[in-house]
């Protein structure tokens, strides 16, 4: 197993940032050494993940599968409408 990750502090300077003051982190990386995930707690209760790809290769084919992920869905969407 791999050891804890600290979510660094300029990184949680920039998630506040972005959803307001985080009261809880939990690394919530996988089971290898370049897995950088943490579960963001914020003020309200809601959970926020926050992930450094390990490289621009892998957030370049990360950053597409959302995108086909979230045009599929909204075309799924749009045909049950009768758009």
Do not use: N
């Not at 985080?22 to 809601?46: I, N, Q, T």
């Not at 926020?48 to 599929?72: G, M, N, Q, W």
């Amino acid at each position: 197993m791999s050891p804890t990750k600290p979510l660094p502090a300029a990184l949680k300077h920039w998630a506040e940032q972005r959803i307001g003051p985080v009261v809880s982190v939990r690394d919530a990386s996988h089971d290898w050494d370049r897995s950088r995930v943490w579960d963001l707690e914020g003020e309200s209760g809601v959970h926020h993940y926050l992930k450094v790809s390990p490289s621009v290769k892998f957030f370049t084919r990360e950053s597409r599968a959302c995108v086909r992920l979230v045009i599929d869905r909204l075309r799924t969407r749009r045909m049950r409408r009768g758009a």
